[in-house]
């Protein structure tokens, strides 16, 4: 049998501890654990529990990535405005909202952040996040609502759906708006009128899915906006509502939610239709959502009671050092 030196034209490391970031195919010999080992990728997509929220809430706003997320807003009894950030390994507090609201659209980065709408009483308010505090914006929405779903970023976001409390259906929303930074700027309408939905990607491609077409009915539809108009896709096979969501279009991430009751159910999207894999292992709804398809988090939401569980999604594909037996 050809010995490794012969394969690869390298020796094997001999370390006291595994490398932090193992590249694929990397191979090395703890001298502590007596083991050997190589960098590989999962197969599989899973969840890790990640260390809880300072402020316990559900319906709260959620954007970023998965090592720099910022949470807003939400309810812990009373509707909260606390704002707090995640470093991809704790949460730390930062300034609040100046309008507490739960259930607002969000959009944008941890230090570039927007949040628009919400309840507290319903508004049509939008602030903007600079990574230190929060700034009214001179245009709030034009259809003040709240359980509405937002995407893109803070010059450039979307807003669409909701609801404004008059009897179903006449207080259901379908209404989309793009945001310049500045002020709002009406679209076409959603196809299905619902609240309770969740969205991703960017204003000129975006994804809507899930959300209430009337309490207690809810629904997977799954539509994708192109900058103009929404076209209907593939529904999601949980339906579901008021669910955690990231990534973009093309690659989607849908996980928990009320269906009804809470469920962990967790789905991507690979731009035509939804694959179910892995479920969170804390099922709730009313959570918050940041990151990729391949590296997402899930905070806070409700089981209820309202919860502070942080959970990190890592995708098919992502490294990890496997120990190397004889078979």
Known sequence: MADYINIRGQNI????????????????????SNTLKGGGVT?????????????????????????????????????????????GNSWTNSNPLNTARRNAAGAGTQTAALAAGGASPITGATEEYDGNSWTTS?????????????????????????YINPPIPTG????????????????NNLNTVRYGLSGAGIQTAALAFGG????????????????TTWTNSNSLNTVRYYSGEAGIQTAALCFGGGAPGVTGATEEYDGISWTTTTS??????????????TAALGFAGSIPP???????????????TKTITAS
Do not use: C, H, K
């Not at 804390?282 to 398809?293: D, H, K, M, V, Y």
């Open 43 to 87: 197969t599989v997509g899973a969840w890790a529990t990640g260390n809880n929220m300072n402020t316990a809430r559900y319906n709260l706003t959620g954007v970023g990535i998965q090592t720099a997320a910022l949470a807003a807003g939400g309810e812990l009894g009373p509707d909260t405005a606390a704002t707090e950030e995640y470093d």
């Open 306 to 320: 309202y919860v502070t569980t942080t959970e990190e999604w890592n995708g098919a594909g992502t490294p990890q």
């Open 280 to 293: 969170m292992n804390t099922a709730r709804n009313s959570l918050g959502g940041a990151g990729t398809q």
């Open 138 to 162: 001179p245009g709030s929405l034009n259809t003040a609502r709240y359980v509405l779903a937002g995407t893109g970023t803070q010059t450039a976001a979307l807003a669409f759906g909701g």
């Open 13 to 32: 490391e001999v370390v006291a501890s595994d490398p932090a970031n193992p590249t694929l195919g990397q191979i090395w010999y703890n001298s502590t």
């Open 212 to 227: 209430y077409v009337a309490t207690p009915t809810a629904t997977g539809a799954t539509e994708e906006y192109n900058g």
């Open 172 to 187: 259901l929303q379908s209404a989309t708006e793009e945001y310049d930074g500045n002020s709002w700027t009406n679209s």
